[in-house]
């Protein structure tokens, strides 16, 4: 099926879940730390003050996240969505009237939870489970969502700050969410896609695992480190942003305006890594996805000119691209589909655990005296130190799905 056919019969379920990633947006960091000096003026907090409030409140909702996403092994996803969408909404108005810090982290929290956290968990589940042949292709799509929000939202968040002030920001994001968001949402998954599974491709190690098992299972853990690297490295570049300008003198939109390469990039990136993951698997690209990252790390370390941030976001974008598709694709294609829920809430609480942790131990260091740009030199020493990893797990992971073919 060629890509253009492939788009046109699906085109509602893609939608959908484009959709979902896109008004994630809403809870990621990178639209949050849009408002983050604002914030900090309005309550009176450090860099390392709103830092550790917002690992707080990421770490509290990747707890939740891991009882709350295995609903959707339960609960149609076009209940699960409305439900989330709705909350989603009274976050925003909530951070919009926070006067507190409890109530700020509150909603923090809240925000994290059912944007960063189960809306994209809903989108990845929902592709998971209803394409099994074009899986990498639709997870690919669907994570094209990610990549508009981060290109568009940056520069609205900036705008609606400079005219109206964070706080109609946000009731603005509340508004959207249940007039825009909500009913289109809806329109497109109120009819799973049927059939679910090709008879014969549920699942192609020809085993459901339980979350049980896979939590016993030392690959899943190694796999796991690689899932934490651009979680914890965008998002700490995202937060830091205002600081990051200013530690290397840049106006306040050379950074804003470079999030639109990162998502051309991410998304062109991912495309194609779905095409490849559809003829050659998940399991055969693991372990090049932090390669990108790793280079533009150094980048942003040791350079200082406008232009080092467009080459930093267009390699963090590659890195983006392979690490959605690929990670949207590998658990079904490794765990199966019946567990899909409780083995991704996993996952998808990790992540938001790396994202929690990046804002506050980078926050905190900052506050030390340990400069931002050493430690992007350390996060890129991860990523090569992790890529050693994925190897040899990427070839066990492809000899167990041999044995099970030729048994």
């Known amino acids: 099926m060629t890509f253009a056919l492939f788009l046109a019969g699906n085109v509602r379920w893609l939608a959908g879940g484009m959709l979902l990633t896109f008004f994630s947006s809403v809870g990621q960091t990178f639209f949050i730390a849009g408002f983050a000096g604002a914030i900090r003026e309005d309550f009176g907090l450090s860099h390392g003050g709103f830092g550790v409030i917002y690992m707080l409140a990421t770490l509290g909702s990747a707890a939740s996240l891991i009882i709350v996403g295995r609903v959707l092994d339960e609960i149609s996803v076009v209940k699960v969505a409305t439900g989330l969408i709705l909350m989603l909404a009274g976050s925003a108005l909530l951070m919009s009237a926070a006067t507190t810090v409890p109530v700020l982290l509150l909603s923090i929290y809240l925000l994290r939870l059912f944007g960063q956290g189960m809306m994209t968990h809903t989108a990845m589940v929902a592709m998971g489970r209803w394409f099994v042949a074009e899986r990498g292709r639709a997870v690919a799509v669907t994570t094209t969502g990610h990549q508009l929000g981060e290109g568009i939202l940056p520069l609205v968040s900036v705008a609606l700050l400079s005219i109206a002030g ?138 200082a000119a406008p232009l080092t941030m467009t080459v930093f976001m267009c390699l963090l974008g590659c890195s983006y691209g392979l690490s959605s598709a690929v990670f949207g694709a590998i658990w079904p294609e490794v765990y199966g589909t019946r567990h899909l829920g409780a083995v991704r809430a996993v996952v998808s609480a990790a992540m938001v655990f790396a994202s929690a942790l990046g804002p506050g131990l980078t926050g905190w260091l900052i506050d030390q005296g340990v400069g931002f740009e050493s430690q992007l030199l350390g996060m890129s020493a991860y990523c090569l130190a992790t890529m050693m990893v994925l190897f040899p797990v990427s070839r066990v992971l492809r000899l167990r799905q041999a044995q099970v073919v030729y048994t």
């Open 166 to 303: 964070w706080r109609t920001a946000w009731m603005t994001a509340a508004g959207v969410l249940v007039c825009i968001a909500l009913p289109l949402c809806y329109y497109c998954l109120r009819i799973p896609r049927s059939p679910l599974t090709r008879e014969g491709d549920d699942h192609e190690s020809g085993r459901q695992w339980t979350r049980a098992e896979v939590l016993r299972d030392a690959p899943f853990w190694a796999v796991c480190t690689g899932v934490l690297a651009p979680a914890f490295i965008g998002t700490s570049v995202f937060f830091h942003q205002v600081h990051l300008a200013e530690l290397k003198s840049w106006a306040p939109g050379v950074i804003a305006g470079s999030f639109a390469v990162m998502s051309v990039t991410s998304v062109t990136v991912g495309l194609f890594t779905g095409h490849l993951i559809d003829r050659y698997s998940a399991r055969m690209l693991l372990p090049f996805f932090l390669c990108p990252l790793a280079l533009g790390c150094i980048v942003l370390s040791v350079a």
